[in-house]
């Protein structure tokens, strides 16, 4: 039985099983390991921080996230199709792994910060 997104120790797991989907992705995994050359032992714990703060108001997420967007997205272009698949990805991993009202919660701040992301960084 699956349980509620409930402290870190979730949002790791929620957040490493999304992202060993995305390493290895047709469609936006190239954005990850071939233009931004992400350092994966650095960029998990930002983003543990980052889904903690987002669904537990914790306050230890330090970072630009726009800005990160913007500069990958001059080295290749991203289109709506891009955050529109990150999005079915992390609604899909969330759904296998929880249930619950974190787990809804956690799933419409993802869509909400994808859209912005995507408006903000292809406009």
Do not use: Q
């Amino acid at each position: 039985m699956k349980t509620d997104i409930r402290n870190r120790k979730d949002i790791e797991k929620l957040v490493n099983t999304f992202y060993n989907k995305i390493k290895t992705d047709a469609v936006i995994g190239y954005l990850f390991t071939d233009v931004a050359h992400v350092n994966w032992d650095v960029h998990l714990p930002k983003m543990y921080d980052f889904w903690e703060n987002i669904l537990f108001c914790t306050g230890n997420y330090n970072g630009n996230p726009m800005m990160r967007h913007k500069e990958l997205h001059e080295k290749s272009p991203m289109t709506e199709a891009h955050f529109k698949h990150w999005t079915t990805l992390f609604t899909d991993t969330v759904d296998k792994l929880f249930e619950g009202a974190k787990a809804e919660e956690i799933k419409s701040r993802a869509i909400n910060i994808s859209l912005v992301m995507m408006y903000k960084t292809i406009e």
